[in-house]
């Protein structure tokens, strides 16, 4: 559950994508109104005018930056996605498709002289190739289905891509054949519901094919055609699951091969090599006994040195544990060997790059940034190369040229490029029209001592043209995941600069349970949702209530996902402290979360086991404390967003909170969005919860 406040803009789609899709044009216009410029304030508006920087790779010899770019049409309720491209010398950049189309997942040949991508210019998501100077297009595949991720081999004659396929009879219809009209769905297993769909036998499948006279030839499944599971894993659908080898010969791909309970309640991915001329598959991670004990976790991201000897892949030690520590591994295809060579990094590693066969490049989150580091294979020792407050999300390396997606809490996604010293340079202007335009409050990093005498990183974002002799309205914010890191990231749904440019004073804690600290302080939160992390919430906004800015009589609380859940808890057990509450998916009775949610080895991790476990302490003092036992003290307005796709924290959970709030003859307001999950993407639903977030706060903190 932990990511779950990121980006899945696969999943958002459903499994429908066999559905014929006609390209409609998207006209762009996204300049700032007079009236906004003067005013020179983000707002939700000018915030959805910004252009969104997508996936970026550098050009084989390292002179150029291949990326895509999204662009939202407020009026149409929707986005476009164009590639571009930039030349690091000159700084000149060029458009390389148009918003007649979208145009996604752009990629290099080996050879740098071709473009490869997907585009549904054709009526359906398809590959297609240009040249590098964006010329020559042609379309390489022609399937009867939407292609929704590919890998062209370095040697160029073959191609991984996956699509739906139909695997398994769900619908009552399917079973049975004479009741046609039939609406029904028919399970005799769990997992019945995920993410954000019910499980009707619609599975994602990897396939590999031949390209033959610049045409992708009908590919094989290596799943198997009656495989009812997922690979790349669901919900995520990550395509970074699956890589070449650089001899084109062996495809390397993160398997779940699991189904019913047995998926539900295990974590245990391992990496699977498949030999494409022999039509063979290793698992690489369960030894030659295939014991199932061995490496019980995740395992995923497998990606091949350059001369195609080792391995290096993300591990987890821990079954069930979805936050356990990501440890980066190396599997030597010679002799079989498996080394973990960040054990003594108390850190994740992840996006992994080779340098040689000698040295891994990779991204970590430090003390709520995320930073660019390497280890040597023979060492182990692990190096730190970036420094500062900002979130490196992503990086393409090309012989010493790296190149970077970056944010900071007051930046969203530019491209920089990184010396091997960690020297940085940005060498994108994205957003530039935006940022001359808007005043950006300034971000205090600030250190708060926990009640268990511990030291908490704490950022505190200010409104535009802070006047330290006046009192402003201030939030806490109540993290998601539950373990995700308040890092220097940019949300374009929860914005920190957005709230302060309302005149907000945000307070966000990395409490007990987020990554960047140690696995110590991640690991606290399991089977202890009510204790220290609530408490680290409390001193955090204590801290801060001190100041003479921070307005103490006006003081609320924020938050979504597991957010919400503190939310919840909080508004039964805040001492008064706070004058309006907004939960946005939040877990409000753990009973039935338990029943309601899809993913079960998280609820048994996190809670520590099942309700009816009545033995088990660690789960009973879970249910002891679900924020639905608090009710009788909540005395606080609180309005409750939620979606109606939202499985992984069922609507119901905020069905249950709005019905009892209302009960209690509060103030309370429930926003149910009935086409969105458990986040909101759709750009007016998202003027809406903007629209709706704000006057509820102002409502309560400055009327």
């Not at 410029?37 to 983000?42: E, N, P, S, T, Y």
């Not at 373990?483 to 220097?488: F, G, I, K, W």
């Not at 088990?616 to 404390?625: F, G, I, K, L």
């Not at 979606?643 to 924290?649: F, K, P, S």
Request: net charge negative; proline share 4%; with cysteine.
């Amino acid at each position: 559950m932990k990511k779950i406040l990121f980006m899945m803009a696969i999943a958002t789609l459903g499994l429908t994508a066999c559905d014929e899709q006609s390209p409609a044009p998207l006209t762009i216009d996204n300049a700032l109104t007079s009236e906004e410029v003067a005013a020179a304030r983000l707002t939700p508006e000018v915030m959805w005018k910004m252009s969104r920087a997508g996936q970026s790779s550098l050009s084989p010899d390292g002179t150029q930056l291949l990326y895509a770019k999204t662009d939202y049409s407020m009026q149409e309720n929707r986005g476009v996605t164009t590639l571009w491209i930039e030349d690091l010398a000159t700084k000149a950049v060029r458009q390389l498709t148009t918003t007649e189309s979208n145009n996604t997942a752009p990629s290099w040949s080996a050879d740098g002289k071709h473009i490869y991508f997907l585009s549904n210019r054709s009526g359906k998501m398809q590959l297609w190739q240009m040249d590098a100077e964006g010329n020559n297009v042609k379309q390489l595949s022609n399937l009867d289905c939407d292609i929704e991720g590919y890998g062209i081999a370095p040697t160029g004659d073959k191609a991984w891509y996956v699509r739906v396929v139909h695997a398994a009879a769900r619908r009552s219809s399917e079973i049975h054949s004479d009741m046609d009209k039939s609406k029904g769905r028919i399970y005799d297993d769990l997992m019945v519901r995920h993410w954000d769909y019910w499980e009707e036998g619609d599975y994602r499948h990897i396939f590999v094919a031949d390209i033959v006279n610049g045409k992708l030839q009908e590919g094989v499944d290596i799943i198997g055609a009656e495989a009812a599971w997922d690979a790349p894993l669901a919900p995520y659908f990550d395509t970074a699951e699956i890589s070449w080898n650089n001899a084109g010969t062996v495809l390397a791909y993160t398997s779940k091969p699991l189904t019913g309970a047995a998926y539900a309640v295990s974590t245990d991915s391992d990496i699977v090599l498949y030999n494409v001329a022999e039509g063979t598959s290793q698992n690489i991670c369960k030894g030659e006994e295939n014991d199932p004990n061995v490496m019980p976790g995740y395992d995923k991201y497998p990606v091949f040195s350059p001369s195609d000897r080792y391995i290096a892949f993300r591990s987890m030690r821990r079954a069930g544990n979805e936050s356990d520590k990501e440890r980066l591994f190396v599997y030597d295809t010679q002799t079989a060997e498996m080394k973990d060579l960040t054990e003594d990094f108390d850190y994740n590693a992840a996006n992994t790059v080779w340098k040689g066969d000698e040295e891994i490049y990779f991204i970590a989150p430090i003390e709520a940034t995320h930073q660019l580091c390497r280890v040597k294979l023979n060492d182990g020792e692990v190096e730190v190369i970036t420094r500062g407050d900002h979130d490196i999300n992503a990086f393409t390396m090309a012989g010493e040229q790296i190149a970077a997606e970056l944010t900071t809490l007051q930046m969203a996604t530019e491209f920089f490029t990184i010396a091997q010293d960690g020297a940085m340079e940005q060498i994108s202007a994205i957003n530039k029209p935006i940022y001359d335009a808007v005043e950006m409050g300034k971000v205090e990093k600030r250190w708060v001592k926990t009640t268990d005498g511990k030291q908490m990183l704490t950022w505190v974002i200010f409104p535009p043209q802070f006047d330290p002799a006046k009192k402003y309205p201030t939030l806490l914010y109540c993290q998601g995941g539950p373990q995700s890191v308040v890092s220097q990231s940019w949300s374009y749904r929860w914005n920190f600069q957005l709230m302060a440019a309302q005149g907000y004073i945000v307070v966000a804690p990395n409490r007990r349970g987020l990554p960047s600290f140690g696995q110590e302080w991640l690991d606290q939160i399991s089977g202890d949702y009510s204790g220290q992390n609530i408490r680290d919430y409390l001193s955090a906004i204590d801290d801060v209530k001190q100041e003479p800015w921070a307005d103490e009589e006006r003081m609320g609380c924020v938050g979504a996902s597991y957010g919400g859940y503190s939310t919840f808890f909080l508004a039964g057990n805040h001492q008064k402290r706070f004058k309006a509450f907004i939960a946005h998916c939040g877990i409000f009775n753990f009973e039935s979360m338990y029943g309601h949610t899809e993913e079960l080895w998280f609820v048994n991790n996190d809670y520590g086991g099942a309700y009816w476990e009545k033995d088990n302490a660690v789960a009973q003092r879970s249910y002891a404390n679900s924020p639905h036992k608090f009710v009788n003290n909540w005395d606080t307005p609180i309005l409750i967003f939620t979606g109606e796709y939202d499985y992984r924290i069922p609507y119901t959970q905020s069905l249950e909170a709005f019905t009892a709030a209302k009960l209690k003859g509060l103030d309370a307001r429930l926003v149910s969005f009935e086409n969105e999950a458990h986040q909101v993407f759709k750009p007016q639903n998202s003027m809406v919860w903007n629209r709706e977030f704000f006057g509820w706060l102002d409502k309560y903190l400055k009327e």
